[in-house]
């Protein structure tokens, strides 16, 4: 691989920046809050898909449905994740040789995943089961979800998710690092917004197009509820294929790329912008 100038990209990211987390945190925050409130409609309407099974129909209604909730839980995941990511991203660095650098970015995505989900998971439970009509309201689903099954079932399918989110996670982030690492030698300067948009709207509908089938078993765990239709991830995948063959594994992949797509889009739009603004502020202090 062709080495970037020094002080440009990653061998930036190599030098010591004590605020680096707190910035991540903030941006990161504020990136997962504008693509949840923008893009939440067509994750429902991925979700429903998903969950439709045999010749069920698909309800139109309520795309919004769970949209408070999931913003109240989403801030503080996406903050953790890059809050963490960023970090770990530099640490790494240090440690590989420039010509492995994808593979810091591959473990620093896994890591950022794996801390948020804590808070990702019974976020993304709350929300899928409002998003089928379950409940009305995240307070009560969250009541009545904990009521019913105690609070294992705020982590209802949690393998599953870091099975999809893990890959996912360390996939999008890398493609999008390594890309921006390819434009940045073409280019033989610092990208432009509009350029790390659609860099992350690449990452993210190809990562999000790879782990369909992995989404769609963590949707089926994640909104059973007390039915047990599924033992576990092993169970519901062969059950999945069994019972509708092995096109189930793809429902919902095209509103699922087009969400993420554009969601990568202004994810990384928005983080690196954010991310920009406040190492100026934090330079002029």
Request: positive net charge.
């Amino acid at each position: 691989m062709a080495r970037l100038p020094r002080g440009s990209g990653d061998n930036a990211a190599r030098s010591k920046r004590p605020r680096a987390g707190e910035e991540g945190a903030l941006a990161g925050g504020a990136a997962g809050v504008v693509v949840e409130t923008a893009l939440y409609p067509i994750d429902t309407i991925k979700t429903r898909l998903q969950a439709a099974q045999g010749g069920s129909k698909i309800q139109w209604k309520g795309l919004y449905a769970g949209l408070a909730g999931n913003i109240v839980g989403v801030l503080p995941a996406s903050a953790i994740f890059v809050g963490v990511y960023e970090p770990a991203k530099r640490k790494l660095l240090e440690i590989f040789p420039e010509n492995l650098s994808a593979i810091a970015h591959l473990t620093a995505g896994a890591i950022g995943g794996a801390a948020s989900s804590l808070i990702r998971v019974p976020t993304e439970v709350v929300k899928q089961r409002m998003q089928m009509s379950q409940f009305k309201t995240a307070p009560d689903a969250v009541r009545r979800i904990v009521a019913k099954e105690g609070i294992k079932g705020l982590y209802a399918g949690y393998g599953s998710f870091l099975l999809r989110d893990l890959p996912f996670d360390a996939i999008q982030f890398c493609i999008y690092e390594q890309l921006r690492i390819g434009y940045r030698l073409t280019a033989k300067r610092e990208l432009k917004d509009a350029e790390n948009a659609i860099i992350g709207a690449f990452a993210g509908a190809i990562t999000g197009a790879l782990t369909t089938p992995l989404d769609v078993m963590k949707t089926r765990l994640m909104i059973q509820g007390q039915a047990n239709q599924y033992r576990g991830f092993i169970d519901c995948a062969q059950t999945i294929m069994r019972e509708e063959g092995a096109g189930a594994f793809l429902k919902g992949i095209e509103p699922r790329v087009l969400w993420i797509g554009i969601g990568g889009s202004i994810f990384f739009g928005v983080l690196e912008k954010t991310k920009s603004i406040l190492a100026e502020r934090n330079i002029r202090r």
